[in-house]
């Protein structure tokens, strides 16, 4: 079936350090990726997406690589900040629209 | 500009009842999505509503039941309520249009089912 994990549960960061969140996919099939960053008591708010047609993508401060061939999905936050600690979600679907199977996330903390 | 809004923001049900949940999508959405997510895991997806209609469904029993309005937003039932329903449920919206946009969340509703 389909199925989205993430390799490292907890990923704990100096502030000022990059962070790098990694997550595998195991449906071929899928053509969209997305990276949704939650708060304790909120909900999942997008931080970047990536279509199957690109290896990466940057936005402020993040970069969202794929890597179709060993299906790999990375974040990458550049120079961590104390807002940045949350629960990070990978997520995957055929289309940006459609239904999305997401991972179990990393936890991300970050140290002053 | 309002983002997802979702409403009740918490909720407490016995076993056996019946719950409404409520989503209004993001200005300019016309699709709308639901996830369950149980505390400590990712949203799990449950259907989506485009047209007023029931698009796509996930592993979900039919106590899980949903409708959209002519006015995009939704509602999701769920009946004979179980402990094991207690969870936060998501709605996120979206545009089809020609290219489809990414799905925006609302804060979600509590539910523990006692």
């Known amino acids: 079936g389909e199925s989205v994990g993430l390799h490292l549960p907890t990923l704990s960061v100096q502030e000022g350090d990059n962070s790098i969140i990694n997550c595998a996919y195991s449906n071929s099939a899928s053509d969209y990726f997305i990276w949704y960053k939650q708060e304790s008591g909120k909900g999942p708010q997008f931080i970047i997406d990536?279509?199957?047609?690109?290896d990466k993508r940057q936005g402020q401060r993040v970069t969202v690589l794929l890597n179709k061939t060993v299906k790999h999905l990375s974040l990458q936050i550049a120079a961590t900040q104390p807002g940045d600690s949350a629960v990070y979600f990978c997520?995957?679907?055929?289309?940006?629209?459609?239904?999305?199977?997401f991972g179990g996330g990393t936890r991300v903390l970050v140290k002053p | 500009d309002a983002g997802v809004t979702q409403s009740p923001t918490h909720l407490i049900k016995t076993r056996g009842q019946q719950v409404t949940l409520r989503c209004s999508p993001k200005s300019g959405h016309d699709t709308v999505s639901w996830y369950q997510q149980a505390l400590g895991q990712g949203p799990q997806f449950i259907f989506q509503y485009y047209e007023e209609e029931e698009r796509q469904r996930g592993n979900f029993p039919d106590r899980f039941s949903g409708h959209q309005f002519p006015n995009y937003s939704s509602e999701l039932n769920v009946n004979a309520l179980l402990l094991g329903d207690s969870a936060l449920y998501l709605c996120?919206?979206?545009?089809?249009?020609?290219?489809?946009?990414?799905?925006?969340f609302g804060p979600g509703t509590r539910l523990l089912v006692l």
């Open positions: 990536i279509r199957s047609n690109m």
């Open positions: 997520a995957e679907g055929a289309a940006a629209g459609n239904k999305l199977t």
């Open positions: 996120a919206s979206s545009f089809q249009g020609r290219t489809q946009e990414t799905q925006y």
